[in-house]
């Protein structure tokens, strides 16, 4: 069981340098979802998407983009990066959204991003 | 502003310990409360909450919501070292474009 799976884990990035994390689910989930936490922090949302070819702006979306070109995958970009976004990112998805019954969500294992 | 509140932010208890953990929240058009364990890694889903006055369980977990007073309680009786882990809370709101607002959980340490 596949579930949520990102990539990489860990990742030292130099002050302006760009990446990509890599963000796929297989369980047919509409919703998925970038938090970000840091230390003794709760979850920040970055961006969303209700489906393939639409996303949204969440709580913390400077320095960030997003695409959505297939109900799988859902890759976070950062460019330039800076040492703010020093944090652990959570790709994360759910068959719908709000508080209903399949908003369930389920997360990947995290990726350890530094920024130095 | 929507928001979800815990408290308290760390606990130290000892094993065999019963801990309540406290959340609430102002969350637009409320639908549910959403507990979650999260370890080293991932959180790991725990409960969803709906409605008011039922206690939901599992295990030595339960958990129960007071829409009236926008607050619910998470209880663990007979702590163990393996319950030390943080505790999150979120509120989800009614429709499917309504986001999910997550606290700053709580910091939970059970030792021997």
């Known amino acids: 069981n596949a579930g949520v799976t990102q990539t990489p884990k860990f990742r030292i990035l130099k002050i302006g340098q760009s990446m990509t994390l890599q963000c796929t689910q297989d369980?047919?989930?509409?919703?998925m979802y970038w938090y970000r936490q840091d230390p003794g922090m709760g979850l920040k949302l970055i961006y969303y998407?209700?489906?393939?070819?639409?996303?949204d702006k969440g709580e913390v979306p400077n320095g960030y983009n997003v695409s959505r070109s297939t109900t799988e995958d859902f890759p976070l970009r950062l460019e330039l990066a800076a040492p703010s976004q020093t944090s652990v990112y959570f790709c994360?998805?759910?068959?719908?959204?709000?508080?209903?019954?399949?908003?369930?969500?389920?997360f990947g294992e995290g990726s350890w991003l530094t920024v130095v | 502003e929507d928001k979800v509140v815990q408290s308290p932010l760390s606990l130290v208890v000892h094993e065999g310990d019963t801990v309540t953990l406290n959340c609430s929240y102002e969350v637009t058009n409320f639908r549910s409360l959403l507990w979650y364990k999260q370890e080293k890694k991932a959180p790991t889903f725990l409960f969803m909450l709906?409605?008011?006055?039922i206690e939901k369980k599992s295990g030595r977990l339960s958990s129960i919501l007071d829409k009236k007073e926008l607050f619910s309680i998470l209880n663990i009786t007979a702590t163990q070292t393996g319950d030390s882990a943080v505790y999150l809370c979120?509120?989800?709101?009614?429709?499917?474009?309504?986001?999910?607002?997550f606290g700053p959980g709580t910091s939970l340490s059970v030792i021997p």
């Open positions: 979120a509120g989800g709101g009614q429709t499917s474009y309504d986001k999910v607002i």
């Open positions: 369980m047919n989930h509409n919703y």
């Open positions: 709906t409605s008011s006055g």
């Open positions: 994360a998805s759910s068959y719908s959204g709000g508080g209903g019954r399949g908003n369930t969500i389920y």
């Open positions: 998407s209700v489906g393939a070819g639409i996303t």
